[in-house]
C-alpha cells in the first residue's frame, strides 16, 4: 500500500511517508486504499499489543511482521502504561464510557502514538537508506511536545526540537518540556499562540534552500505532529481496541453502533476514530468537541472555516488552535479525493484567513459530525458535576468534551452508547481541576497534586510528581520569525 499527497503529488511507500511527515507540496500523506477490519470476533481475546500490530500491519505493509512486531512491543509495555490494558475503558453511567488515554509515561494521549513513532521512524529510515540524522521538529499546543521529548529521548540517530506558545500551555507542561533529559533534545518557547509556532514549523518544511543547508550539514528533517502518517496510525488502533473491549464484555450487541467523542483542536485525533470508522469499526455519529476556541464548531455548522478571529487562552490549552492541519485529510476524503480543491482552500486559508467548502461537501460533513464548544465555566462546572456524580475526576479537556456530549443528547434525543475519549490525566491541569472540586487552591503547583491526590485518592503519577526536583535546562526564546536560528542554535549549526 502507497501513501499519496492531500494535494497530489506522486506516491510513496509508507515507510517513505514516515521519514517524510509532510509531503514536497505541503500536502499530507494518505493512504491510497483503506484496508477493512471485518468483525470484531477476529479480535476478541487479544491484548492491545495484539490488536495494534493487526491494526499497523494492515497500513505499514513495506513493514515485515518482526518490524511491527518490534516497534509494538517496544512501545506499549506495562512499565509505561501501567499495565497491559495501556488505554482502558471507565464505564461511568449505562451509555457513556470513558476511554483513557493517558496512562503513558507523560500522562496525556500523545504518548498512545509518540511511544511507537521512534521505533516506525527508525525503522523506516533503514528502509529509505538515510544515513543522516533525522531532526525531529515539533510546534506544540502542550502535550506533544513532551511526548515527542520523552518517546524520542537518546534514541540513535534522531536529535528533537520543541517549540511551545510561550504564554499558551501549563505550568506543568512547560516544566514537564524545560527540564526534560536526554541528550539529543532541544526545547524553546515561541512569543506567539501555538498557530504561530506551527505555521513556524511548516515554514521551515517547505523551505527547500534551508534542506539542502541541513543536508550539508549531514541533517534531514521528519515530524512528529500528527501531520505525520507514522503519528495518525497508532491513534486508530484505541479506537478499534474500544470496540472490541465493549464487544468482549457484551457493552455492545453484534452489529450495534456508538458514538465517539473527542475534544479536539488540530483534529488529529477525531479523524483517527473517523478512519476506524471507514475500516469497519460501527461508529454512527462523530461528535467534535471545542473550547472557547470554536473554529472547528462553525466550521462544522456553516461550511465557512475562518481563522482570522479572537483568539482565546482557557484552561484546556491543548485546544487552543485556530488552524486545523489534520481537517485537510478529512476534506480529501468526503471531497472524493480532490486534490485540487483541497489544494485551492488550504491556500486560501494561508492567504485569505479562510475558505468555504461547496454545499456538497457540507453535507457529507455534517452526515458524519456534529460540533459543539463551551468555554471554562461551563468545564470547571463539568468537572465537579462529573465527579459529583459520578465520582470520576476529569481534566479540562475531557470536561469539554463531556459537555458537548451532553448538550448534543439534550439537542438531539440521541441514546446511543457513547464513547467518550479522556486525553489528559486531571493532574496535568491541577489548578483548574483542583478549584473546579474544592474550596481552596494552594499556590504552589505540587501542593496542588497532592491536594487533589487527598481529594480524589487517584495517586500522582510519578511523572509528574518527580518534576519538583527537576532543575530547568532549556530558557529559548524567540519570536515566529527566527525559529529557523533556533532550530540552527538547538543543532549547533
Known sequence: MNYKSTRGSAAVSASAAIVKGLA???GLYVPELFPTLGDAKSFIGLSYKERAKKVLSAFLR???PEEVEHCVNAAYTAEKFGSEEIAPLCRINESTHILELWHGPTCAF????LQILPHLLTVSMRKNG?????AILVATSGDTGKAALEGFRDVDGTRVLVFFPRDGVSNIQRKQMVTQE???????AVEGNFDDAQNGVKAIFTDAEYG?????????LSSANSI????????IVYYVSAWVSMTEKGELLEGEHFNVVVPTGNFGNILAAYYAKKMGVPIARLICASNANDVLTEFIHTGVYNRKRDFHLTISPSMDILISSNLERFLYDISDENAEKVTAWMESLKTEGGYRVDSET???MQDILWAGSCDDQATLSTIRETYEKYGYLADTHTAVALRVYEDYVKKTGDATKTVVASTASPYKFGQSVLGAIADSVPADDFEILSAIERKSGLPVPSALGELRNKPDRFSMTCPPDKMRDAVNTLLGI
Open 24 to 26: 514536497p507540496d505541503g
Open 62 to 64: 513495506d513493514f515485515t
Open 110 to 113: 500523545k504518548d498512545m502514538a
Open 130 to 134: 538515510i544515513e543522516d540524522e533525522v
Open 182 to 188: 536526554g541528550n539529543n533534545v532541544g526545547v524553546a
Open 212 to 220: 539542502a543547508f541541513l543536508h550539508e550539514n549531514g541533517i534531514v
Open 228 to 235: 505525520n502518517w507514522g503519528r495518525l496510525v497508532p491513534q
Open 362 to 364: 457540507l453535507v457529507k
